[in-house]
């Protein structure tokens, strides 16, 4: 954590590099035209002051007025429109899905962070991460809309509520920072703060295993059981009333509206809480909501579990595919246990 | 010529002021200088209530802890201090108190085209601002002026609804101002005073009015469809009831960003007429300086989702709205740079006035380059919600506008008042005002750097430097915003006559009397002359107040022409 003096945040993300950068050119382009404006000022002061005896006849013409107003707007024109496509780029790279990221889960409400990790880690109000590989967080709020602020990796993204947004960074430095919510959110808003925990990455595979609990897919498996969903899905491909599961997530799937949508956690999630918002083309418009059934924690486990079968080829992801559970008597603890 | 000066003269004992003296005279009036001065002292009143609360919060912001106000306390503060200084300070500034006064007297007008409109718009200014003030009083509000759903529709326990119907009203006082400018200045401009001899405040609030009546309907909507929801439980902004949380950003930033524009185009305005009077040249580009204003106030409508790029709106939005955003840059820096190059080859007095348009050119100049910061997407990500933007808006709307607006005051308190207040003391305090300013709020760019998101009561120690400047900066500001309370008044009863035309300002409102009559002009004015015509000052001319003519042989005296039966 930072303590003393300072005038820039550290920097400890890859993405941070680059808003850095552009910071600066803002910086200097700020500072040039202020200083433009005030040193032009200041001299007109100087050289046109009321008491001093300067020719002051020779106005300027009317075509070099013009010249003049082309000029000036022509100029600064220029100069944003190269600042436009530069930010625009890093922009629109920040919002590209990124390569094999690690998932995290986040549940944003008044007021607290709520992580969960694949492996089945939890924790509040912190964030633990490895350096140098890329990190996805899956984020959802309760309540109200909140922001998941890390100044040192120069990112934000809110946090809105029954819709998930996706924010994403690689950590370059091991360290400890910042955790902020950035939007207003009531009462303990500037309590709603937290700290994130940079590791090298063996140490974070070993915080994160250091766990009792089971990993969420393993968890997300016994929900979808629970909650029937094979029954209508997962079958062999043809010959069933949903679509399959398994070889699902990230897959890019035809809509009955006639266009495509990437079966990533949004489209997934809004896929079961409302299911005809987004049908897929071929299907019957048959299942219900489930959005009264499954709590945000809950979902985070379903949509790891249908990542844990991402590959699979199978009619019907196996109980191989994740690893071995005892069936039976663990099913209601963790249905119930984690969501709260 | 002279036997006009004459008249003048020897009408001065009656004016606007002393022409009935009761309150009732005041309450019931119809002419828009005394609705003018009504505004500006509702006005200050509720600058002064949003000041502190402002005051209380620096104070606490002074410690990393929140060791003095609750986090409720400190959180429906800010919401009041918000509320207030937009809706009931920054956005009638200019328009209600100098745009009153001035448009007709600089379109040669005897008064507005509804008179009775106009006053009528005061009572529900006031009404909405004590409405609001007692919504404070029982409890308050604590959603920021912002009113972000769910947030104010469905979780915040406090006194939303009514804060909501405070700026409903007051809604429709901007609105029949606005209404009001816009047919003035189609119907009643004088004999001669064709568009383009318009002095450039004109073109602003033009500008503005077409702003308050196209924009503040759809602020109303939006705040009507939260009480809506809060009452009703209709489904509109909250997810839970299959409202949606974003729709209430666009509909609310659909006014509130060209709202941001009705508080600094009138700000320009006063700027474009202070300039070349203290130059003594006439302004530099007027066509340009007029056309960007109507530009700004176009491209302000869509500009909006600039305030959602870290929201979840789509990336594609984002890019549109990124590119739109610039491009407001160009025509404020066609401003910025004609009032400059006005500068160049003029004749330049420092005085109060100009201190505070200097000011505010600097400031507006500063305020608006880290507008480009903040348009600029990628930027905006790490600053959005972070003090960056506590001090990107308070250096346009502070450093700009309540410069523009006592740069204003202390311009035409001459005209108002026919008195004149201390050069010096008014000199001084542009000054304070200007380095309190920046002490204040400059810190806050580097806050927002580091990251020190806005709205919170507590912060890491490592920002407490920051803050501190800020408070001291503040208190420093706020010794600028008191003193002209005091040397105004002292000015107003005891101060010397300022004469007519102390600035030898050459507006078609210097034309009139200082205080001027009831109804303006003795006779209405006939204009042949474009605005700014500012003669080449000679060697001999001075600008010593409380001289009736001038005191330049060269400086040619204005026609007025009788035009009898109008």
Redesign the interface.
């Known amino acids: 954590m ?8 550290e920097a400890a993300s890859r993405g941070a590099y ?2 850095d950068l ?2 600066w050119a ?1 910086l200097a ?2 500072t040039f ?2 200083l433009l ?2 040193f ?2 200041l001299v ?2 100087i050289r ?3 008491r001093r ?1 300067v020719p ?5 013409s009317g075509k070099r ?1 013009l010249a ?2 082309i000029v ?2 022509t100029i ?2 220029g100069i ?2 190269v ?2 496509f ?7 790279e ?2 590209q899905p990124p390569v094999d990221p690690i998932e995290v889960n986040v549940v944003g409400k ?1 007021w607290m962070w709520k992580v969960a990790h694949e492996s089945g880690r939890g924790e509040i109000n912190s964030l633990h991460l490895p350096a140098g590989r890329p990190v996805r967080l899956t984020m959802i709020s309760q ?3 909140h ?1 998941f ?1 890390i ?2 990796f ?5 946090v ?4 998930y ?1 996706t924010l994403w960074f690689e950590a370059t430095e091991p360290g400890r920072y ?1 955790l ?12 709603m703060v937290g700290e994130v925990v940079v590791q090298e990455p063996e140490e974070y595979t070993r915080w994160a295993a250091a766990t009792e609990k089971e990993p969420l897919a393993q968890r997300g498996r016994r929900l979808v059981d629970r909650l029937g969903c094979l029954q209508c899905h997962g079958l062999v491909d043809g010959f069933q009333t949903g679509p399959p599961l398994n070889g699902l997530y990230g897959k890019t799937v035809p809509l009955e509206n006639g266009t495509t949508a990437t079966a990533d956690a949004p489209y997934l999630r809004r896929s079961i809480i409302d299911p005809q918002a987004d049908r897929r083309a071929g299907y019957e418009s048959v299942m219900p909501s489930y959005e009264d059934k499954i709590e945000p924690d809950q979902m985070f486990e379903i949509i790891a579990y249908l990542r844990s079968i991402k590959d699979a080829t199978g009619p019907l992801a196996g109980p191989d595919t994740i690893p071995e559970e005892s069936p039976g008597n663990s099913n209601s603890e963790s249905a119930n246990g984690e969501g709260g | 010529m002279k036997s006009g000066m004459m008249e003048h003269a020897l009408n001065n004992d009656t004016n606007y002021l002393n022409d009935g003296t009761t309150l009732r005279s005041w309450l019931l009036t119809t002419d828009h200088k005394r609705i003018g001065i009504l505004y500006m002292l509702s006005i200050t009143f509720f600058f002064f209530i949003g000041g502190a609360a402002a005051v209380l919060f620096r104070l606490e912001l002074m410690t990393p802890r ?1 060791d003095m106000l609750s ?2 306390a400190y ?1 429906k503060l800010f919401s009041l201090h918000g509320i207030v200084m937009v809706w009931f300070f920054l956005i009638p500034a200019v328009p209600n108190v100098l745009g009153n006064f001035l448009i007709p007297l600089m379109i040669g007008a005897r008064d507005l085209a509804f008179p009775r409109l106009n006053l009528a718009s005061w009572y529900i200014f006031m009404a909405g601002g004590l409405f609001t003030l007692l919504v404070i009083i029982i409890g308050g509000v ?3 002026w ?1 009113f ?1 759903t ?2 104010s529709s ?3 326990n406090t006194y939303v609804i009514l804060a909501a119907t405070g700026i409903f009203i007051n809604g429709f006082s901007s609105i029949a101002t606005g209404l009001n400018f816009i047919v003035t200045i189609h119907l009643l401009r004088a004999p001669g005073m064709i568009w383009f001899r318009l002095p450039l405040f004109v073109w602003t609030m033009y500008a503005t009015s077409l702003i308050m009546v196209l924009a503040t309907p759809v602020l109303a909507v939006a705040l009507a469809l939260i009480a809506v929801e809060r009452i009703f439980h209709v489904g509109i902004f ?3 009831i299959g409202g949606d ?2 729709l209430f950003q666009h509909l609310f930033w659909f006014y509130s960003h060209p709202a941001v524009y009705i508080m600094i185009l009138p700000g320009m305005g006063v700027v474009s007429e202070i300039v070349p009077c203290f ?2 040249k006439p302004l ?2 007027y066509t ?1 300086v007029a056309m960007s204003s109507l530009a700004i106030a176009s491209l302000g409508f869509l500009v909006w989702g600039h305030h959602m ?4 709106q789509s ?1 594609y939005a ?2 549109i709205f ?2 739109l955003s ?2 407001v ?2 025509p404020s ?2 401003k ?3 009032w ?2 006005t ?8 005085k109060t006035p100009m201190l505070y348009a ?1 000011g505010f ?2 400031l507006f ?2 305020g608006g ?2 507008g ?2 903040l ?8 600053v ?3 003090y960056f933007i506590i001090a990107h808006f308070h250096y346009v709307m502070v450093g700009g506008m309540v410069m523009a607006y006592l740069g204003g005051i202390h311009f035409w308190w001459p005209k108002m008042t026919g008195k004149m207040y201390n050069e010096w003391l008014g000199r001084i305090n542009a000054l304070i005002v200007f380095l309190g300013f920046n002490l204040a709020f400059f810190p806050q760019f ?1 806050l927002g ?3 020190n ?10 920002f407490q ?1 920051f803050h501190v400047m800020s408070s001291l900066g503040a208190s420093i500001l706020g010794v600028g915003y008191v003193l002209p309370l005091f040397y105004l008044i002292w000015s107003y009863k005891f101060g010397r006559s300022s004469g007519q035309n102390p600035w030898h300002a050459r507006g078609v409102e210097w034309e009139a009397a200082s205080p001027p009559i009831k109804h303006n002009f003795y006779e209405v004015p006939v204009v042949d002359y474009p605005a700014y015509d500012y003669p ?2 000679g ?1 001999d ?1 001075t ?1 010593s107040e409380g001289e009736l003519e001038p005191t330049s042989p060269e400086q040619p005296q204005r026609r007025i022409t009788s035009s009898h039966g109008t």
């Open positions: 930072i303590d003393e003096f300072q005038i820039l945040p680059a808003i552009i910071a803002l382009i700020s035209f202020s404006i005030m032009a000022i007109f002061i046109y002051w009321h005896q002051r006849e020779s106005r300027i007025k003049l107003e000036w707007s600064p024109l944003l429109l600042m436009f530069w930010g625009a780029v890093v922009y629109v920040a919002h008044q309540d109200v809309i922001s602020f100044p040192a120069r990112n934000k993204q809110d809105l509520p029954r819709r947004t910042h902020f919510c950035a939007e207003y959110c009531g009462t303990s808003h500037a309590e | 929140g986090p409720d959180n604590d959603t920021g912002t972000y769910p947030y469905t979780y915040a909250d997810p839970a949380p974003l130059a003594r530099f580009g340009f790029f870290v929201s979840g990336v984002g890019l990124s590119l610039m491009l840059a160009i820096a066609i910025v740079f004609n400059t190059a500068l160049y080859k003029g004749t330049i007095f420092l200097l050119i600097g100049t500063i380059l880290t480009i910061c348009a600029t997407l990628a930027f905006d990500i790490h959005h919600d972070t580097i750097y580091l990251g998101p806005r709205r919170y009561h507590v912060y890491p120690d490592e430097v080449p000052a060697p001319f600008m």
